[in-house]
């Protein structure tokens, strides 16, 4: 079974920084293009960053490029999501999930298997 722990969200003020975990379960990361996603209420999941199974290609929306990182490592199975710079516009639910077929994308249908999430709050 296919599954995701992600960890790290927290509190931050403005201007902070955090670091997202998503630690897989019953696949290897190195199979997979890993995405991450967030969602505020009310709003659509959007896509932020996203990295293919051999590490080389990475995409990032606008809004993450040059503030997000996303990197993973394969020995604990694990990608992350290095963030600074944070403001009220990236408080929500960052989730990770897994995309099998081919294409380092941010499009959230053409991923096939999602964690439950964590919370990021960035408020002074």
């Known amino acids: 079974q296919l599954q995701f722990v992600e960890s790290g969200g927290g509190l931050v003020q403005p201007g902070g920084s955090l670091t997202l975990s998503c630690t897989a379960s019953?696949?290897?990361?190195?199979?997979?293009?890993i995405g991450w996603f967030r969602q505020a209420p009310g709003k659509a999941r959007q896509g932020v960053a996203a990295?293919?199974?051999?590490?080389?290609?990475?995409k990032y929306s606008d809004s993450a490029r040059g503030r997000f990182t996303i990197s993973k490592d394969n020995e604990k199975n694990t990608v992350y999501l290095e963030m600074h710079g944070l403001h009220g516009g990236d408080t929500a639910v960052y989730y990770c999930?897994?995309?099998?077929?081919?294409?380092?994308?941010?499009?959230?249908?053409?991923?096939?298997?999602w964690g439950q999430g964590t919370q990021v709050t960035v408020s002074s």
């Open positions: 999930g897994a995309k099998q077929s081919f294409g380092t994308t941010l499009y959230w249908d053409e991923y096939d298997y």
């Open positions: 019953g696949f290897t990361v190195n199979r997979y293009t």
């Open positions: 990295i293919h199974g051999s590490g080389t290609v990475t």
